[in-house]
């Protein structure tokens, strides 16, 4: 998992869940029923089945949203790249400060500004920033609205 997964339901977990409901539901069902009735064995069976079904659809779900995600992170990182605005720090100006690590960006290397706010980051740290939040930290600017849409296949 990379830095833009975290806090994000996966597939696997999905998964986990299911399986240990249906483990509980097989414990519990079996208690209600007098056990010379075969209709908790049939009952349990179904419910199994139904619940490996039903994870195997969420498990599938969650693996295209995560893919979706992924090519419009990577649709994003890309169009960032290209278009984020970026200044060479000169040695006359006064010094300038990333405002996501907040270090010293260094002389004669390149930063980049957001267009709202005039603020100053590491080309790098911004990128990750805004492919997981969309807008600067400082002014709110939302970067993702100037992003062209293009459909995600």
């Known amino acids: 998992m990379d830095e833009t997964d975290e806090g994000k339901i996966t597939g696997k977990q999905i998964l986990a869940a299911t399986l240990i409901l249906i483990i509980l539901l097989?414990?519990?069902i079996p208690a209600t029923f007098s056990v010379s009735s075969s209709l908790p064995i049939g009952l349990i069976f179904i419910i199994l089945l139904v619940g490996i079904a039903f994870a195997i659809i969420l498990f599938a779900i969650v693996r295209i949203k995560n893919n979706q995600n992924k090519k419009?992170?990577?649709?994003?990182?890309?169009?960032?790249n290209e278009?984020?605005?970026e200044v060479k720090i000169l040695e006359n100006g006064p010094i300038?400060?990333?405002?996501?690590?907040?270090?010293?960006?260094?002389?004669?290397?390149?930063a980049t500004v957001c267009p709202k706010?005039?603020?100053?980051?590491?080309?790098?740290?911004?990128?990750?920033?805004?492919?997981?939040?969309?807008?600067?930290?400082?002014?709110?600017?939302?970067?993702?609205?100037?992003?062209?849409?293009?459909?995600?296949?």
Do not use: G, T
Request: proline content about 3%; hydrophobic content about 35%; aromatic content about 12%.
């Open 72 to 80: 419009k992170n990577a649709l994003f990182k890309e169009y960032l």
């Open 83 to 85: 278009n984020l605005k």
């Open 96 to 110: 300038k400060n990333c405002q996501i690590c907040k270090l010293e960006i260094k002389l004669e290397h390149i």
């Open 26 to 28: 097989s414990m519990i």
């Open 117 to 153: 706010c005039r603020n100053f980051f590491h080309k790098e740290h911004l990128i990750i920033w805004l492919v997981q939040n969309s807008h600067c930290p400082v002014c709110n600017y939302d970067f993702n609205y100037k992003m062209p849409k293009k459909r995600i296949n």
